[in-house]
């Protein structure tokens, strides 16, 4: 009779919870504090510390609230259940349904959807827009971000201010010690500018993240279309992340939120300053995109942003790992030992650039004799180029200026394709490191002269030639 009596008490209860359940919002773990038992609400944190913070050790199996394991055991049921429904969701028409949706409606969605197991990746640039949103959906969220051990003194301080802003604790991952220790002490601090920044940044920022993601089922990033050069001008606002792994384990088990993909730079930046929040003083100082230390600096009036990343490699190569799943295929073929193309794009899908009467095209025996001559009847000023290069299209206008301002005075301006099958000739012979490289050839030094500056202004371009002429 007794054991009668505790079945059906057993059972009043399970009742009660199911009936409680269908009233809470599944998806989002502000709804847990309402199945805490009286004897232990008040030891269980509202804010932050209840939030399990990123880990790739094990799989959401306890609860959030261990005391209140009798009441919360329904809702672990339910999620799991709600993790096979996530399976099923079709993310590209989920993509489609949202791409005219503002960055405040994708990241509400994204953080009723997946509650605890979603974070934001900061990257302590203009992420900080992503935190905002966040805020102002009024739901919880947890941030995280990967301190390489070489970011600026001015980033670290823009974290504790971000901290301070919005009361939250930064999630932060480290790269393994013991790796970071074998690669300074077999090639030394700056190995990447002599063989490229891919290794160093697998190490201190690729497998961090890929740490992280394994505790998530989902993550939002401030990936743009107009961030990078011909690598992610396809970004979709949501997708079945293509490279990561999320807690379940297997491809697809991890889905990335990109809330600003669609969104402009200036766009981001109008917002920062309407909503006063705190940025990266050294935004303030000409950086644009941030990264580690020795591998950014800042651009230039009319360069693109993510020149003052990885300056010394190819336009098509600035990307350190963490969104290569959102490279456009075919845009970046195989990459060498210092990431640059080694096929570098020579397609035709680009028409010709510095098409004018007053530039003369080289051809490889042209360039050739140029470097042959101790004695040149005139001086010449060629660009090393390929054109589909944007850092080469935006400095075509100056270019062709130049030329013409230059036309009768003596000096002959040329151009040199420099990708493909010649970029490997144009880099032991014509002291190519990145398009665009210009070359002054003086009438009489053998050797041609490297442009040194980043400036591709006419007025820099004409004290250049007339400084050497």
Known sequence: MALASSSSAFSAISSHSQEILKGSQI??????????????????????????????????????????????????????????????????????????????????????????????????????????????????????????????????????????????????????????????????????????????????????????????????????????????????????????????????????????????????????????????????????????????RPVLPGQHEREGRWWWEDAKAKECGLHKGNIKQGEVPQLNGNGNSAAAAATTENPDIFNTQNIINLSRPGIENLLRLENRREPWLIVLYAPWCRFCQGMEASYVELAEKLAGSGIKVGKFRSDGDQKEFAKEELQLGSFPTILFFPKNTAMPIKYPSEKRDVDSLLAFVRALH
């Not at 990078?228 to 999320?246: C, H, K, L, N, Y």
């Not at 309407?274 to 941030?290: C, E, K, W």
């Open 27 to 296: 998806g989002s773990f502000r709804s847990l504090d309402r199945f805490i038992l009286p004897s232990t609400a008040g030891n269980v944190s509202r804010r932050r510390g209840a939030l399990k913070p990123v880990s790739a050790q094990a799989k959401r199996s306890k609860s959030v609230v261990p005391l209140a394991a009798t009441s919360i055991a329904p809702v672990a049921d339910l999620e799991r259940e709600n993790k096979g429904i996530e399976k099923e969701v079709d993310y590209e028409k989920l993509a489609e349904d949202l791409k005219d949706a503002s960055p405040l409606e994708i990241i509400d969605k994204a953080l009723e959807k997946f509650g605890n197991d979603i974070a934001i990746a900061f990257s302590g640039a203009e992420d900080v827009a992503l935190i905002e949103y966040a805020k102002l959906t009024g739901r919880p969220f947890r941030v995280f971000s990967l301190d390489t051990g070489r970011l600026n003194p001015e980033t670290y301080r823009f974290f504790d201010d971000v901290e301070k802003r919005y009361d939250i604790r930064i999630e932060y991952m480290f790269p393994d010690a013991v790796e970071v220790q074998g690669l300074v002490r077999s090639k030394g601090l700056f190995s990447f500018y002599e063989d490229g920044h891919q290794e160093c940044c697998r190490i201190r920022k690729v497998r961090p993240l890929r740490r992280a993601l394994r505790g998530l089922r989902a993550w939002i990033t401030g990936q743009r279309k107009d961030q990078s050069p011909g690598t992610r001008a396809e970004i979709p606002v949501v997708q079945v992340d293509p490279s990561f792994e999320g807690m379940d384990g297997g491809i697809g088990s991890l889905v990335k939120w990109n809330p600003v993909a669609n969104v402009d730079g200036g766009d981001i930046w109008n917002f920062l300053r309407t909503m006063d929040v705190p940025v990266n003083s050294l935004h303030s100082q000409g950086y644009v995109s941030i990264g580690c230390e020795p591998c950014t």
